[in-house]
């Protein structure tokens, strides 16, 4: 069992810059690859990033790559989502996961965090 708790949402203007974060509980955080996915108001669920259980192998989806990043420390059991250059269409309520399988497909994700809002303004 994973415990998931995302930190670090807020009101930003757009071109600005928020950082997430993801702490697990439990011994096994090393075991999971991690995501992130966003809901906008109306709109399914989307896949934004994954990151590899080593950490090594990044995954973006088109609409960040280039201005979001994601990396994580498995001493402190915390994956971590830099968002840079947000724009309004960025504005949705941010989730990470855990997962045992390298995939950005949500259904895949195993644990899932209750999410933090992020709102861009223009």
């Known amino acids: 069992q994973v415990q998931l708790v995302e930190s670090g949402g807020g009101l930003v203007q757009a071109g600005g810059s928020l950082r997430l974060s993801c702490a697990a509980s439990?011994?096994?955080?090393?075991?999971?690859?991690m995501g992130w996915f966003r809901q906008a108001p109306g709109k399914e669920r989307e896949f934004v990033a994954r990151i590899s259980r080593s950490g090594i192998s990044t995954y973006f989806a088109d609409s960040v790559k280039g201005r979001f990043t994601i990396s994580r420390d498995n001493a402190k059991n915390t994956v971590y989502l830099q968002m840079n250059s947000l724009k309004p269409e960025d504005t949705a309520v941010y989730y990470c996961?855990?997962?045992?399988?390298?995939?950005?497909?949500?259904?895949?994700?195993?644990?899932w965090g209750q999410g933090t809002q992020v709102t861009v303004s223009s």
């Open positions: 996961a855990a997962t045992t399988r390298g995939s950005p497909n949500p259904f895949d994700y195993d644990y």
């Open positions: 439990g011994r096994t955080f090393s075991m999971y690859a």
